[in-house]
């Protein structure tokens, strides 16, 4: 996703309001942009833009628009319309919605996972970004991703990060009452590997990994369904040829070097902290199997957002602000340092640095540099959901079939993320069901059902 902020100096979201297209090109009428020329205030640019698209629908005809304008003039022209259509009060309604709210609540409790995934989050801390906003934020390092999930429901957090699909299970009564879950932002892409004991080096071939125990941070997280979806691409059956151990994030390499698993797929840095240890080594990163793949997410309950909304959106635009922030190269560098404190990832400093500058040693003797390791584009997409939520159906997970495209529109957030990401300047694609490529193979968003009958007869 291209996050550059402006053309020419002038960011995206003035010039589309100019009249601009992102391309650099203006397509309004020339004389309804000389009002808007010269124009130094974010009101003077959404008045125009409301004036040109009010004569763009009363004469879609550019060559009549042109004529017209001609005709009368741009001023006279408004006038004319004005004594039809309340102009003023049009735009003055306008920029007051525009305007943020009074804070209904200022003082968030905020959990997080003490892994890479959580960056945005303790970002969004140490830029200032919460209180700029007006909020007393509180973040919780929590150890589960079920514990996180509970204290959610429970009403102890406010918000939280949530590996994905989550927040999409929780909304569809998965294993319990349906509990309307939305999905802010990704907290980031990529960022787990899938990691085997010392005692498998000469084992990297899955179709040999019968009997194997795989550790996992929950049942139906994103990790268990690439992982299955990896194992069952190469002949096994995950249902019956392996096993599956849920098991906090901090206690993955514990596991591995106690013998309790032979591996694990799992959010960084716990791949590169058993290297560190040597306790095991990376056979793959996330990315190999689905890239541009969601990890965790920033998740709000349906609730809370509707009697909450102010509350809602400056939080919204903290954590978008630090997504960008993070997901920006030039701003890593020292990036390390902090979340390796203890009240953050408590891990040695340099290996977070590897996952996080993508140099990193994979425990077979190798220095592999992958700048993508991981990213941290906040933009929801549909797509994601859909082709997790599939794959819980596949696997018997989810009981029945659901409408996937529907629950993808109602919990990931993508039209507000899009919004708020233009008001900083980046850029976001139009919310819609595009495909994913996963191993090598494209997942059309656009038709779950038709990739379900091909899937359940495979598994």
């Known amino acids: 996703m291209s996050k550059k902020p402006t053309v020419d100096g002038v960011s995206n979201a003035m010039r589309h309001s100019l009249g601009h297209c992102v391309c650099g090109r203006n397509h309004s009428a020339p004389e309804l942009r000389a009002l808007a020329q010269g124009s130094n205030g974010e009101e003077k640019a959404l008045s125009a833009g409301m004036d040109e698209a009010i004569f763009t629908g009363m004469f879609p005809d550019p060559a009549v628009r042109r004529k017209f304008l001609k005709a009368v003039g741009a001023g006279t022209a408004l006038t004319a319309v004005s004594a039809m259509i309340p102009l003023d009060s049009l735009k003055a309604f306008a920029q007051e919605t525009r305007k943020p709210g009074p804070i209904e609540k200022k003082a968030l409790n905020v959990g997080f996972l003490p892994i890479t995934c959580a960056t945005p989050l303790i970002y969004a801390e140490q830029l200032g970004l919460f209180s700029r906003q007006g909020l007393d934020v509180k973040l919780q390092k929590i150890a589960g991703v079920a514990l996180i999930r509970d204290k959610m429901i429970n009403g102890e957090l406010d918000f939280s990060q949530q590996v994905m699909p989550v927040a999409l299970t929780m909304s569809a009564g998965l294993g319990s009452a349906p509990v309307p879950t939305r999905v802010l932002t990704i907290l980031n892409q990529h960022g787990n590997s899938l990691v085997l004991a010392m005692k498998h080096k000469d084992n990297r071939n899955p179709k040999n990994w019968k009997g194997f125990k795989f550790a996992i941070p929950f049942d139906t997280s994103h990790q268990a369904l690439q992982l299955r979806y990896y194992l069952a691409e190469n002949g096994l059956d995950p249902d019956k040829d392996v096993s599956f151990r849920v098991v906090p994030p901090s206690e993955y390499v514990s596991n591995l070097r106690t013998g309790n698993v032979d591996g694990f797929f799992g959010g960084e840095p716990g791949g590169q902290r058993a290297v560190y240890e040597g ?57 390390a340092k902090i979340l390796a404190q203890p009240n953050y990832l408590n891990q040695p400093e340099t290996v977070v640095d590897q ?101 359940i007869g495979k598994a």
């Open 279 to 335: 306790a095991g080594f990376i056979h793959l990163l996330s990315r190999d199997i689905w890239k541009g793949h969601p990890c965790c997410s920033v998740t709000g309950s349906e609730a809370f957002i509707k009697q909450n909304p102010n509350t809602f959106l400056a939080f919204y635009r903290a954590i978008i602000g630090a997504s960008l922030h993070v997901s920006e190269p030039k701003n890593r560098a020292g990036m």
């Open 355 to 455: 996952v996080i500058t993508g140099k990193y040693a994979d425990g077979l003797g190798n220095i592999k540099n992958v700048p993508d390791r991981v990213d941290f584009q906040p933009y929801p997409h549909y797509s994601m959901a859909v082709w997790m939520m599939t794959q819980l159906r596949r696997w018997n997970m989810l009981k029945q079939d659901i409408d996937y495209k529907k629950l993808a529109e109602q919990v990931m957030l993508a039209t507000d993320a899009k919004r708020l990401m233009a008001d900083l300047g980046a850029q976001a694609p139009a919310p819609g069901f595009r495909k994913e490529t996963i191993l090598g193979k494209e997942f059309d968003s656009n038709r779950p059902d038709e990739y379900l009958k091909r899937q």
